[in-house]
T-cell receptor, first 113, second 117 residues
Framework: DTAVSQTPKYLVTQMGNDKSIKCEQN?????MYWYKQDSKKFLKIMFS???????INETVPNRFSPKSPDKAHLNLHINSLELGDSAVYFC????????????FGAGTRLSVL | AQSVTQLGSHVSVSEGALVLLRCNYS??????LFWYVQYPNQGLQLLLK??????LVKGINGFEAEFKKSETSFHLTKPSAHMSDAAEYFC???????????????FGQGTELSVKP
């Protein structure tokens, strides 16, 4: 069973569209994250949620809105997509007491045309 | 603020040779240090971690890393490279406060390891 699963794996869309990426973890963790990996493979945290509460918001444009319906899910909705949003987005999860050991999903490759 | 620098965006070794991937960090508090591996088109997988205690840590697939506070380094090594080790390797830093405050990891820019037959 996949521990952290993201859907879709690939997403190709036009500028200006709105899209969502879903993430689910079955590890029983209480903290979930979204990271963005750019074309140079640089990884940067975007958001962190603990028990459905937003903990970290790293100066991400308002067009990005995470939603956590429960602690096993953290979805990412992006409005008015721009060319610069093209990247690989990774979801991750951890248990707060577990010293920051994060488990990553396989990533969603977003291409904005 | 914490930061991580990985020396060398690309390292190439022959199969059977020593693997050495360099990582230097900056942190004003005792760091937590991690190495992650990313195989093509896959997510990141934890190789090993240092939090406290023994400074030489062993991870999966024969990798190990040594925390050297005086050198602010956490270099990753493997005595003998296999073809299957070819991947992107990321060093990351955090600390106790970050772990309690939401779990922010600061990543280095990654090192691509190629293994020649």
């Amino acid at each position: 069973d996949t521990a952290v699963s993201q859907t879709p794996k690939y997403l190709v869309t036009q500028m200006g569209n709105d899209k969502s990426i879903k993430c689910e973890q079955n590890l029983g963790h209480d903290t979930m994250y979204w990271y963005k990996q750019d074309s140079k493979k640089f990884l940067k945290i975007m958001f962190s949620y603990n028990n459905k509460e937003l903990i970290i918001n790293e100066t991400v444009p308002n067009r990005f809105s995470p939603k956590s319906p429960d602690k096993a899910h953290l979805n990412l909705h992006i409005n008015s997509l721009e060319l610069g949003d093209s990247a690989v987005y990774f979801c991750a999860s951890s248990q707060r007491e577990a010293l920051n050991i994060q488990y990553f999903g396989a990533g969603t490759r977003l291409s904005v045309l | 603020a914490q930061s991580v620098t990985q020396l060398g965006s690309h390292v190439s070794v022959s199969e059977g040779a020593l693997v050495l991937l360099r990582c230097n960090y900056s942190s004003s508090v005792p760091p937590y240090l991690f190495w992650y591996v990313q195989y093509p088109n896959q997510g990141l997988q934890l190789l090993l971690k240092y939090t406290t205690g023994a400074t030489l840590v062993k991870g999966i697939n024969g990798f190990e890393a040594e925390f050297k506070k005086s050198e602010t380094s956490f270099h990753l090594t493997k005595p003998s490279a296999h073809m299957s080790d070819a991947a992107e390797y990321f060093c990351a830093v955090s600390d106790l406060r970050q772990a309690a405050a939401g779990g922010k990891l600061i990543f280095g820019q990654g090192t691509e390891l190629s293994v020649k037959p």
